[in-house]
């Protein structure tokens, strides 16, 4: 039986054997590689892809195309190699590379079934579970509340004690809103 991941011939390209002048040179036709190429091109710059074997069939041909921002490796252990800064910003740049993905997917209308859905990661066992349990703790330590009050209840100034990660209380402007501002609670941010 065929594989479901073999199903579509990969695209035959021929060989480049002529001198090529571009703006953006990829090196490499797997999604990585494509989407530089295709971002490139979204800006009007001249592309060339170069592939040594067939177009999207290393790993990329291999994927289950589970997106995700709850990295494999862990952020209780990315922390202890990046810190926190380090893990916000993986965190941050995993749902910006989402929110990227999702507009082509659909403006370029591929058939790529992109859905959100709610994602639930679990574990197995005692071991696993205190696993999950550091886990959640790195993913879940920084923490910001926003509330609206009323102006007269605050007056503009900032907060912060003397903690490490410290904790703070800000007040916010709201745009076209004179009467009322959002009073910002935050802290344990790395
Ligand atoms: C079984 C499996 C399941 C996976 N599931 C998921 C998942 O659910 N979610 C997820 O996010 N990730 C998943 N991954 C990981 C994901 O597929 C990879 O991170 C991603 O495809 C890597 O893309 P890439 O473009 O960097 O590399 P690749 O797809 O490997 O592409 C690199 C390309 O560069 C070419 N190349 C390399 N060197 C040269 C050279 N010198 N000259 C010319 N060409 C060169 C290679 O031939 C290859 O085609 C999975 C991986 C596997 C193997």
């Known amino acids: 039986m065929a594989s479901l991941w073999d199903v579509v011939p990969a695209p035959i390209t021929p060989a480049l054997n002529q001198n090529v002048k571009c703006e953006g040179c990829v090196v490499g036709a797997g999604i990585a590689g494509f989407t530089t ?9 001249s592309v060339v892809v170069l592939e040594a074997r067939e177009l999207g ?12 921002n709850a990295l494999d490796d862990r952020y209780y252990i990315l922390e202890k190699f990046h810190g926190g800064s380090g893990i916000k910003l ?6 910006a590379a989402i929110d990227k ?3 082509i997917a659909r403006n370029e209308k591929i058939a790529s079934e992109f859905k959100r859905v709610s994602g639930y990661l679990f574990s197995h066992g005692r071991a696993a579970q205190m696993e999950l349990a550091k886990e959640r703790e790195a993913a879940y330590r920084s923490f910001i509340i926003g509330m ?3 102006k007269e209840l605050a007056h503009q100034s900032l907060h912060w004690d003397t903690d490490e990660p410290y ?21 344990e941010d790395h």
Do not use: C, M, V, W
């Open 57 to 68: 069939r290393a790993q990329t041909g291999l994927t289950s195309a589970h997106l995700s």
């Open 148 to 150: 609206k009050i009323k």
């Open 90 to 95: 993986a965190a941050h740049s995993h749902s």
């Open 101 to 103: 993905i999702e507009p």
């Open 37 to 45: 190429a295709y971002l490139l091109l979204r800006e009007k710059k």
């Open 167 to 187: 904790h703070y209380i800000r007040l916010h402007d709201i745009k076209d809103d004179p009467k009322n501002e959002i009073l910002i609670i935050g802290g």
